[in-house]
């Protein structure tokens, strides 16, 4: 098997606002895995916020030996090396782990869905991320996302949460999901928000506070009429079962859990102790959204719009049907290469 890369910049079509800070482009790096004449691809995102930069995930790649390794349907032991290797650096191995989903599959000739056992068109409607603006371009963002999207996410925890709502509602009844990235600091002021959200039409909340307030989110999930879901409080399989009677769900992405191998052990954990799940994701190229797309079947809620917001995706894959995004039914993760430019 040979493993090589290549440092790529997303574009992003509009300047994306959430609390806190503006951006234009994301950094991936692109990775390949070639065995037997045949390439599988995958896809390390790297929003700043998050730690890992492209020379962090390129370090880390050169490390990676698979010398070792003379057959890749050895998947867990590939992949538990992979892990092994340094702690962090979970895109850096979500790029390895999704080259190999993508090149398992294709020697065995079948999309992921399939060998999980799922539907790939039953899955959630994705949801698309209407960002922190003015009233005049946020009502214009909703305006184009009508017809395309039957749900929409909202950022929230600014100061101007009910304008936005408002000013979301004034051109659509759309039900909305809220992520409030941590951004309540008060308990009874979360549950007075959610009140008020619930009653505009809002089906789910995102982590309304700090990640370290266990005790306030678990009496916010008690009292709340909405699901709660965790995203910046859970990482990795190892989270998820002290996040049960936290929260309601789980927002799982491929980038904060090493990739394929773990979202689905995190998937089938989280359903087992009865709680909800999502699969989220960063900006992305349709590589990794398309890996995502391969496991979202049966879940709570989807939000997969990452690659629909970049202006140079270097891939082909799942696409955007009547509000969901569905993977294809090709091998692997189901992808072509447009080539990078
Ligand atoms: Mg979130």
Redesign the pocket.
């Known amino acids: 098997m040979k493993l090589s890369w290549t440092p790529y910049n997303l574009e992003l079509v509009h300047t994306f606002t959430i609390s806190g800070f503006s951006r234009k482009t994301t950094p991936v790096v692109i990775t390949k895995l070639e065995y037997d004449g045949l390439v599988g691809y995958g896809e390390a995102s790297l929003p700043p916020y998050l730690g890992e930069t492209q020379q962090s995930v390129i370090d880390f790649l050169r490390k990676v030996d698979l010398s070792g390794f003379t057959n890749p349907a050895h998947m867990e032991e590939i992949l538990e090396y992979v892990d092994s290797i340094a702690p962090g650096n979970t895109a850096a191995k979500a790029s390895v782990d999704i080259a190999l989903h993508d090149l398992v599959g294709k020697i065995i000739g079948l999309p992921w869905y399939k060998l999980y056992g799922l539907d790939r068109y039953n899955v959630p409607d994705t949801t698309f991320t209407i960002g922190i603006d003015t009233d005049e371009v946020v009502q214009q963002k909703t305006l184009e996302a009508l017809g395309r999207f039957n749900i929409l996410k909202v950022k929230v925890g600014g100061v101007d949460d009910k304008r936005m709502i408002e000013s979301i509602r004034s051109v659509t009844n759309l039900p909305l999901a809220v992520?409030a990235?941590q951004g309540w600091a008060d308990k009874y002021h979360a549950l007075d928000m959610i009140n008020l959200l619930e009653s505009k039409g809002v089906v789910m909340v995102?982590?309304p506070m700090p990640k370290q307030n266990i005790d306030d989110i678990a009496w916010l999930t008690e009292h709340s009429p909405l699901p709660i879901f965790a995203?910046e409080s859970v990482q990795r399989l190892a989270d998820v079962e002290r996040l049960k009677g936290v929260f309601s769900g789980i927002?799982i992405k491929l980038m904060k859990c090493t990739g394929m191998r773990e979202a689905w052990n995190m998937r089938n954990l989280a359903k087992f102790l009865d709680m909800k799940v999502m699969m989220?994701c960063m900006t992305e190229t349709s590589c990794a959204i398309s890996a995502a797309a391969q496991l979202c079947s049966g879940m709570d809620f989807a939000d997969l719009d990452g690659a629909l917001l970049i202006g140079n995706d270097c891939f082909e894959g799942a696409t955007l049907e009547d509000g969901k995004i569905v993977a294809r039914d090709e091998s692997g993760i189901g992808v072509r290469d447009r080539g990078l430019d």
């Open positions: 992520d990235n995102e982590q995203d927002n989220g």
